[in-house]
C-alpha cells in the first residue's frame, strides 16, 4: 500500500512537470524569439519580478506615439550610433552606449522584450529590433526576445495597443559584457580566408553585386558570399522567423553550417544584426560574429579591394 501511494504520488508529480515544462522556457534566461501571446502573458504576470522590460525599437517616433505594445519604452535604434571619423552610423563608444541603455532601464536581472513593424519590403524595421538585441548581448545582457511577426502579428492577434507613455527606472548592466560577438575590420581581414570561416554579405543581391546607388564604392568584401535576411522570413510578414526546418537547406546550400565560424556583414550592420541573431539564436550556431563596421566602413577605406563577382561557398 504505501508503494502504490508512492506510485500514485510521482505520478502526480509526473503529470505537473508535463504541465509546467510547455511554459518554462519562457522565464529561463535566454535568446531567442517570443510569440505576442507568450510576450503577453508575461506583461500581465501576476508577479511583478516576472514581468519584462518592454522596448520599442523602431525609428519613428511618431509610430510610437500612434500605438505600442503595453509597459513599453521607445529606444530609438539608431541612438545607439552616430558618425565617427567620418563614417557615418558607427556604433557609439561604450561609455555613452551604457548611458542610453542604463536611462532605457535595461537591466541584468530583467527579460528583454523587443519589437517594431513594417512587415512589407522594404520597410525593415525588424532590423531594428536585432540590432537592439546585438547591443545588449554585446553589453552582457542574457535574457531577450524579440515579438514573432512583430505588431502586425500582435494586432492580428487582437491583443491590446497603447498611446500611453511608459518610463523605466534606471537599469542595472553585467559587470561582464561580451564584446566577442563582435569582429572589428582587422578580425575580419584576419578570418575571413581561413578554411573554417564563411563571410556572408546579408544585403540584397543587387547591392552585394554593386547594382546600386546607395555606397560609395560598388560590391562587396573580396571572398564574401550573399544570402539576403529577408530569405529567413516569411514572405507576408518580415517581422515573423521561418522555423529553422524550413530554412536549413537553403542556409548549408550557401555554405552556412553549425561547422564553420560564420563572419556576419551587410551595408551598416542591421541586416547583418538579424542573420546573426537568427543563426545564433534561432538556428543555434556555435559561432557567429557580426562585423559591427560592415560595408559603410570598409568601402570608405580606399587601401582595401572590392569585388563585384558572386561567390560560391567552399
Known sequence: MVMLK???????????????????????ADINIISPQDAYELINSAEPSKRPLVID?????????????????????????????????????????????LRAGVDKDRIH???????????????????????????????????????????????????????????HLPEKGAPEI????????????????????????????????????????PGAINFHWARLMEDENTHKFRPYSETKASLEAAGLTPDKQIIV?????????????YLKHVAKYPNVRLYEGSWKEYASLKQYPAELKENIAK
Not at 530609438?76 to 558618425?83: A, K
Request: aromatic share 12%; hydrophobic share 40%; proline share 6%.
Open 113 to 171: 522584450i523587443l519589437y517594431a513593424t513594417g512587415e512589407k519590403l522594404p520597410n525593415d524595421e525588424i532590423l531594428s529590433a536585432s540590432m537592439v538585441a546585438f547591443v545588449l548581448e554585446k553589453y552582457g545582457v542574457k535574457d531577450i526576445r524579440i515579438v514573432d511577426g512583430g505588431i502586425p502579428q500582435w494586432t492580428a492577434e487582437k491583443l491590446p495597443v497603447t498611446q500611453e507613455y511608459f518610463g523605466n527606472p534606471p537599469g
Open 57 to 101: 525599437t523602431r525609428g519613428g517616433y511618431k509610430d510610437y506615439f500612434r500605438g505600442h505594445l503595453p509597459t513599453s519604452h521607445h529606444l530609438n535604434f539608431d541612438t545607439l550610433r552616430g558618425t565617427d571619423q567620418g563614417v557615418p552610423v558607427q556604433y557609439l563608444p561604450d561609455d555613452l552606449t551604457k548611458a542610453l541603455l
Open 265 to 277: 556583414y551587410c551595408g551598416t550592420s542591421r541586416e547583418g544584426s538579424l542573420l546573426r541573431f
Open 182 to 221: 563582435a569582429f572589428t575590420l582587422e578580425e575580419v581581414l584576419a578570418n575571413k580566408d581561413k578554411p573554417d570561416s564563411v563571410l556572408v554579405d546579408a544585403r540584397p543581391r543587387n547591392e552585394y553585386l554593386g547594382d546600386d546607388d546607395i555606397w560609395v564604392r560598388k560590391g562587396h568584401i
Open 6 to 28: 508512492s506510485f500514485k504520488s510521482l505520478g502526480r508529480a509526473f503529470f505537473v512537470a508535463l504541465l509546467v515544462l510547455p511554459f518554462s522556457g519562457i522565464f529561463a
